[in-house]
C-alpha cells in the first residue's frame, strides 16, 4: 500500500498553485511546508509531495481515486484552469476495465496526472 508520493519539481510556486487548483475538487489543500521548497498536500493528511529539484525531468504518472465521475470532471476542468495541457478528456476507459472513467493532463513540468474513478 502506498502511504505517499512525492514529484519533483522545477518551480515549487507554479507547481503548488497548479496542483492547489486542480486538486481542489478532490478536496486536497497545502497541509505542511516542513523545509523550503516542500510542500506536503492531501485531504485527510499530506500524501502528496512537491519538491523542488531544477533538473526534475518530468515523467512521472499520478493518478488520483474518487467516488465520482463529476469529481474526474471536475479535476480536469480546474486542472486546465490552473494551466495544465489536456492530455485525455473525461471519459470510460473500457481498454483498462468495464467501469474505468478516468481524465488526464500534464503539469507544469510535464508529468500526467490523472483522476479515476473505478465505479462508472
Not at 3 to 23: I, Q
Request: charged residues 20%; glycine residues 10%.
Amino acid at each position: 500500500m502506498i502511504d505517499h508520493l512525492k514529484l519533483y519539481v522545477r518551480d515549487v510556486a507554479r507547481s503548488r498553485a497548479f496542483y492547489e487548483a486542480a486538486l481542489a475538487p478532490l478536496g486536497y489543500r497545502v497541509m505542511l511546508e516542513p523545509a523550503p521548497g516542500v510542500v506536503g498536500m492531501g485531504a485527510e493528511r499530506p500524501d502528496f509531495w512537491l519538491a523542488l529539484d531544477p533538473e526534475a525531468a518530468g515523467f512521472a504518472h499520478v493518478a488520483f481515486r474518487v467516488d465520482t465521475t463529476a469529481l474526474v470532471d471536475a479535476f480536469h476542468a480546474a486542472a486546465l484552469d490552473a494551466g495544465g495541457r489536456d492530455n485525455g478528456a473525461p471519459g470510460p476507459r473500457p481498454q483498462y476495465h468495464a467501469r474505468y472513467y478516468g481524465a488526464f493532463v500534464f503539469d507544469p513540468d510535464g508529468n500526467n496526472v490523472e483522476a479515476v474513478c473505478h465505479q462508472a
